[in-house]
């Protein structure tokens, strides 16, 4: 008696023709038992799995198909064959021009639940990385022809994340674009149908709030930064909130992958800029800066600030303080720090020491970002033993 079980999770099969195996199978022992199953006596059922490879045009009514354009052979394997019986396993080359087509599997035991994989490949004898895979259970029955369905699922190999998008600026809220994520399996042919085998992870290096996420049809157990990809129709939608930050990697993940792609996301970043009202300097050159000339600490001129800002780094929601790359410049005449942000700004303050010298230094205001690409900008910190003219001078502090 033989039995039919037609796969219909394929989508690119060839003819069936020659290879497997074709050793008889030899029955075990009356009463032999593997893992709690007990085989009865009788003659033993050998499953005829039918191979039918969706074409283009059929594509739409079998979305839940899938095999690998590339595959050659198909091996179907009993998973839990009782103690004695051999071959457990059959591999049969086939050529997907034309299919569908009928393949064996090995010989099994009737009347007890009878366990099959049945893997595709691109070799010819079943040999290198599977490109699909799929289980069923199956209780025959002697005389019976029933019908039996196994789902296969492509494997993902490779992983190509693209669609990053590349205008997405600073101080602008829920901005949101969906990515292509392509899957492929061993033999470089895309997953497009069905179910994948593994399931992909999608995650970013950034958490942070107000900066990048993502949003998707699963999201991992880490929570909102990662997003289970489980077959091609699930969803990958990055999620921007604003916050001026450093490019953010969109990286891939998953069981047997040997290429798992990445991507880079960088926001527009805006220019840090001074606020209007900064004092200037009389030093020559001018410019925004800071003039010193007390060390009394109630008196003007022994202390000043000016104040920088930056779009979607100091203002609300954001609120992050701006920082100098060296605060160290001035310390023979003054101190120089970052207050809190204050008006949607960060202010710098330099205080003049109990013995300073007369002197002049350069400070650079930074959003400490690498992908900052406006030039940095400066003011000037001097400290002169008398007054100097009104621009300069402020109210201590």
């Known amino acids: 008696m033989r039995k039919i079980l037609p796969l219909i999770a394929f989508v690119s099969l060839a003819a069936c023709g020659g290879g497997g195996a074709t050793s008889s199978p030899t029955a075990p022992s009356p009463g032999q038992t593997t893992s709690g199953q007990t085989t009865p006596q009788g003659k033993l059922v050998t499953p005829q799995f039918v191979i ?28 839990n064959p009782p103690a004695g019986l051999t071959p457990t396993s059959v591999t049969t080359q086939i050529t997907p021009a034309n299919c569908p087509c009928t393949v064996s599997g090995p010989a099994a035991p009737p009347g007890v639940a009878d366990n099959f994989t049945v893997s ?16 069923t259970t199956s209780t025959p029955t002697t005389g019976s022809n029933d019908v039996i369905t196994i789902v296969l699922g492509g494997i993902p190999a490779k992983v190509v994340i693209s669609g990053v998008p590349t205008t997405f600026t600073a101080d602008t809220q829920n901005q949101s674009h969906a990515l292509t994520v392509t899957v492929s399996d061993a033999s470089n042919q895309a997953i497009t149908t069905g179910t994948f085998a593994n399931p992909v992870d999608i995650s970013l290096s950034d958490s942070g709030p107000h900066g990048t996420s993502l949003s998707g049809t699963s999201t991992c157990s880490t929570g909102t930064s990662c997003i289970v990809l489980a077959g091609p129709a699930s ?11 450093n490019a953010v990697t969109i990286a891939s993940s998953g069981t047997g992958l040997t290429s798992a792609g990445t991507a880079t996301f960088t ?14 300097t009389t030093a020559t050159g ?16 022994y202390s000043g600030t000016v104040s920088y800002s930056e779009a979607g780094f100091t203002d609300a929601p954001y609120s992050q303080r701006l920082s100098l790359v060296s605060g160290a410049d001035c310390l023979t005449f003054a101190t120089v720090s970052a207050g809190a942000n204050a008006a949607n700004a960060t202010p710098f303050t330099a205080t003049a020491i109990a013995v300073p010298a007369s002197g002049i230094c350069t400070e650079t205001v930074t959003d400490g970002l690498s992908d900052q690409t406006s030039t940095l900008p400066t003011f000037r910190v001097t400290y002169t033993a008398t007054s100097v003219g009104a621009t300069a001078k402020h109210r201590s502090h």
Do not use: W
Not at 120 to 135: E, I, V
Not at 286 to 301: K, Q, R
């Open 267 to 280: 926001p527009v970043l805006g220019a840090i800029t001074s606020v209007g009202g900064n004092s200037t």
């Open 235 to 245: 969803t990958a939608t990055l999620l921007y909130g604003g916050l001026a930050e």
């Open 52 to 79: 039918d490879v969706p074409t283009n045009a059929s594509s739409k009514l079998r979305s839940a198909q899938r095999v690998s354009p590339a595959t050659n052979s198909v091996t179907i394997t009993l998973t």
């Open 286 to 301: 001018g410019g925004v800066g800071i003039d010193l000339y007390s060390t009394n600490s109630s008196s003007t001129g």
């Open 120 to 135: 595709t490949f691109a070799s010819a004898d079943g040999t290198g990385t599977a490109l699909d895979t799929g289980s």
